[in-house]
């Protein structure tokens, strides 16, 4: 299933790049759709979703911007590569 789905999230992130040509837009909605997401699962209840604590999201900040920077360059080299 991971496989699967890693795989057709490429195939979209090439589609929406040859169609918009703005990687950081298409990143932007990617983690904003993700962030809606959850905020509606904790709203409706549907689970249990931790809330903000600086304490637990201090030690992961520099891990975070690696990580968008890492999607950031990916997406910039699928909007530059051939074909």
Not at 3 to 25: D, E, G, Q, V
């Amino acid at each position: 299933a991971y496989s699967a789905a890693s795989s057709s999230l490429l195939l979209i992130n090439k589609i929406c790049l040859y169609l918009l040509r703005a990687p950081s837009f298409i990143s932007t909605l990617q983690f904003a759709s993700c962030t809606l997401f959850i905020l509606i699962l904790k709203v409706s209840g549907l689970t249990y979703v931790d809330g903000w604590e600086w304490a637990k999201i201090q030690p992961y900040l520099v891990y975070m911007g690696m990580f968008v920077a890492t999607i950031y360059c990916n997406m910039k080299i699928r909007q530059n590569e051939s074909g």
